[in-house]
């Protein structure tokens, strides 16, 4: 692919001292104009297939599925402001010139202008090493705004030297690759890996594929059948990975996983905002982003959290033996022979009977609501062979279904549930729940599991760790007639998990039952596992995922967000957080260092928790200091943002004495960290990045949070530029270190 010969663009300035940069501003034009026309014809074809009517039903057929496709490009070619050209590649004596960029464009002549990312072509841009060049002689970067050329940057494979990264107006800061050292090579950052790095946060994740590095190409562009497991430590960039992976899995099998659909699963809905930019980025929008509980039927509430205890019970594997007991147990006989009047006569089912027909249905339905058609047909047979003549089984049931002693009956022989009710049911009676347990649960578990029954399911609030329960329910319930739509459990072609190392095994369960083929990625950290189903490694997590083939395990043991200062500080805790874990290497050697500051005198405060003393900061000085912390933040940082991240037991306190201290600041919500400043509890603060942490009473974060210690490595871990540590009670000893104070 040649250089088209042409000038720099009137009016565009040259400033660079790189020889190459009015010639790549010239290329960057040309991409920019075949954008434009694409976008245009892109346009002008969803305007035509929208317009065209009548003809066959093959014709509108092939019109819709002509209007999806041009409507599924127009998406991707509108890339708003984000770059577009990533950079070039010169495989060695082909005199071939590839340009590597957000989606694949050519020119009127069908020449290819730009290659698209995750095209095979581009591999080598992401993977060349000093050590395997994969056949090129150089590999260039460009840093851009929009459509202008700021800086090009040049790593020459072989025995030449790096020309450097020089820069048209002095925004990113100079620097260079030495020759063909391979950035995982010798973990050399390059220029627009470090810009991009140190860019202000937004409140909303970013895609990185202008800067993906080696280790993590190597996870994007994993085969796609079977379960790849991605252990990252904190920056190491697992989450926009494992979403780069999704787009270029779509890519690379359009067919059949456009069709079969792609899952991603996110802790809760605040990471869901959190990322939700990534894949329309990279013009993948029709993938499906949830938490767990939007995967059940709309009608179900969910909010709010159990109590640790119940939420562990409701989370362990026996649950799915208790929930298929209690499907089992609303399949009873009669309690007495019914009797029911018909015509001039009486009609008998016996109680022997009615076992009978239970027995025999149970037998030969594998979901529970499809077996209440059958009951039906058994039961009415029986009726109508205990009649003195021969009566037609549907001219009885044609008389009797409305009768309220029939309908009775039938409730109670196999009733038709909802997974609603079924749970609402067994969680309102003791009875109930016994009977399920069985020896599976003892009495105490038995007591926290039981709460009052709701006199409508539709009523209950359910909590979040309720809905992997329901789900198990709904599994084994199957459709209700006339409700099939309602009641389908939706499969996927590949499933992306993040945080999965929090997920309990019957949150496993649920996912599991939803990969269509178990082609999944799976993407955590252990030393971050800090829910009540925390797992001590991977082997756990994959018990309760598909096991048609082997799963592959990765390790990212790269980390770019944090800088060497900010991770020295996370690094005292990683020891007692996840034994024997090895932090990960930072690219970023030099930060600014983390402050600890003390604010106040410990004093004693309410009555004792926990059957020990319990000690409560001046929270009047917390608050004093943290407004004060914040305001200096807010300058160090400047567009940049701040999360001030708290112990869940003080946020709501800490929410209003910084509101009577007029800091504006806002909360966690569905459109993500957008304000400059955000009050975070710290179980909420996993998987987000900001430019600056504030983590305030590192000790309550340890005492009160079921992994303390791995909490308070979650928070230490979120920032970008700086860190801060707010205490008025004693620290952690693995922060009380003289060395750190401020």
Known sequence: MADPACQAPPGYALTSRHPDLA????????????????????????????????????????????????????????IGDRSLVFGRIDPAGTGERFYIGRVGLWDVDHEPILVDWRAPVAEPFYRATGRAPLGLERRRHFASRGSTLLGIEDELFGDTAAIGLDLADGDFDAGGASPGDGRLDSQTPSSALIASLEAARTGRLGDIVATIQGEQDKVIRADLPGVVVVQGGPGTGKTVVALHRAAYLLYTHRFPLESQGVLVVGPNRLFLAYIEQVLPSLGEAGVEQAVLADLLSPAVRVAGLDHESVGRIKGD??????????????????????????????????????????????????????????????????LAASARQSVDPAEVRESLSDQIEVREALEWMWPVLTPAHLVNDLYGSKALLRSAAGNRLSDDEIERLHRPRAQHAAEVTWSFQDVPVLDEARALLGYRAGHREEDAVLTYGHIVVDEAQDLSPMELRMIARRSLNGSMTVVGDIAQATGSWAHDGWESVLEGLPDRRPPRQVELTIGYRIPAPAMALANRVLPYAAPGAAPPSTVRTSGD??????????????????????????????????????????????????????????????????????????????????????????????????????????????????????SLYVALTRATRRVTVVHAEPLPEVLAQPSAAA
Request: charged share 30%; proline share 3%; with cysteine.
């Open 23 to 78: 010639a790549e501003q010239a290329y960057f034009d040309l991409a920019h104009a075949c954008l434009d026309t694409a976008r245009e014809r892109a346009s002008m074809a969803t305007s035509v297939f929208r317009t065209g009517r009548g003809g066959t039903t093959q014709a509108r057929f092939e019109r819709e599925a002509m209007l999806e496709a041009a409507l599924a490009r127009l998406t991707k070619l509108n």
């Open 317 to 382: 594997p026996r649950m799915a033996g208790v929930v298929r007991r209690a499907v089992r147990d609303r399949r009873r006989r009669l309690r007495h022979d019914l009797i029911v009047g018909y015509e001039l006569q009486r009609l008998r089912l016996t109680v022997e009977q009615s076992e009978k027909i239970v027995a025999d249905v149970a037998r030969r339905v594998r979901k529970h609501n499809a077996g209440r058609r059958l009951v039906e047909e058994s039961f009415y047979a029986a």
């Open 593 to 710: 260092e983390p402050r600890i500051v003390a604010c106040g005198a410990a004093a004693e405060i309410g009555a004792p928790a926990a059957g020990r003393g319990r000690r409560l900061g001046d929270l009047a000085a917390v608050a004093d200091t943290l407004a004060e912390v914040i305001a200096t933040e807010r300058i160090q940082v400047g567009e940049g943002n701040v999360a001030v991240i708290v112990p869940d037991s003080l946020h709501e306190t800490l929410r209003t004495e910084l509101q009577a201290r007029s800091v504006t600041f806002g909360g966690p919500g569905r459109s993500g960290l957008e304000q400059p400043v955000t009050l975070v509890p710290v179980r909420l603060v996993k998987g987000l990045e900001v430019d600056a942490a504030v983590v305030v009473e590192p000790a309550r974060i340890v005492a009160e949070e079921c992994q303390g210690i791995r």
